[in-house]
């Protein structure tokens, strides 16, 4: 009886490494890794009356340089509505660590009255311009300041809190 346990003692790591390096090489399906760096926030006024919503996203897909995308996102307070800023913003700046401008986009007036989008999406960026844009994101705090024609509201400050940190994910299968 002893003989026949040493060699399930052995046997059974040997299957196990065998079925997990089976279920990971199946789960490896040759998508590319990926990461997100993103910034929500929610926009009041100085009342504490709701504005809206705003969502800053710098993605990316290692090795796929069209995949480098950086936008910015306005909303209203309820749903895809513009809300009291729709086609109020004349401005839009993206500032950083110590104010320093990272990002800034003029819009003629009457503005974007949908909001949605409301800094024009960069799309193909270098990895370059990518590296920099993430190390001015990381560096410290995110603002979005809006320049309205609102009376008592000209200038808001939209201080942004990191929700997602941006490191690299593996990529995942997709089963159907």
């Not at 090489?25 to 590319?32: K, L, Q, T, V």
């Not at 993103?38 to 809206?52: K, N, Q, R, Y």
């Not at 960069?122 to 809006?146: C, I, M």
Request: aromatic fraction near 4%; proline fraction near 8%.
């Amino acid at each position: 009886m002893h003989s026949r346990r040493t060699p399930l003692r052995l046997t059974a790591p040997l299957l196990f490494a065998l079925a997990s390096s089976l279920a990971t090489s199946a789960c490896d399906c040759g998508n590319p890794d990926w990461r997100n760096l993103m910034f929500e926030a929610d926009i009041v006024s100085d009342s504490g009356a709701p504005l809206g919503s705003a969502m800053l996203t710098l993605s990316e897909t290692r090795g796929e340089p069209w995949s480098r995308i950086f936008h910015l996102t306005l909303r209203g307070p309820v749903g895809l509505e513009p809300g009291p800023l729709g086609g109020h913003v004349s401005r839009v700046r993206l500032l950083g660590a110590a104010d320093t401008v990272i990002r800034s986009h003029e819009f003629p007036l009457p503005g974007n009255p949908e909001l949605l989008s409301l800094m024009l999406p960069e799309t193909n960026l270098s990895q370059e311009a990518v590296t920099e844009l993430r190390r001015a994101l990381k560096a410290g705090d995110v603002v979005v300041e809006l320049t309205t024609d609102l009376p008592g509201m000209t200038v808001l400050r939209i201080p942004m809190t990191m929700t997602m940190n941006g490191e690299w994910q593996a990529g995942s299968c997709m089963y159907t």
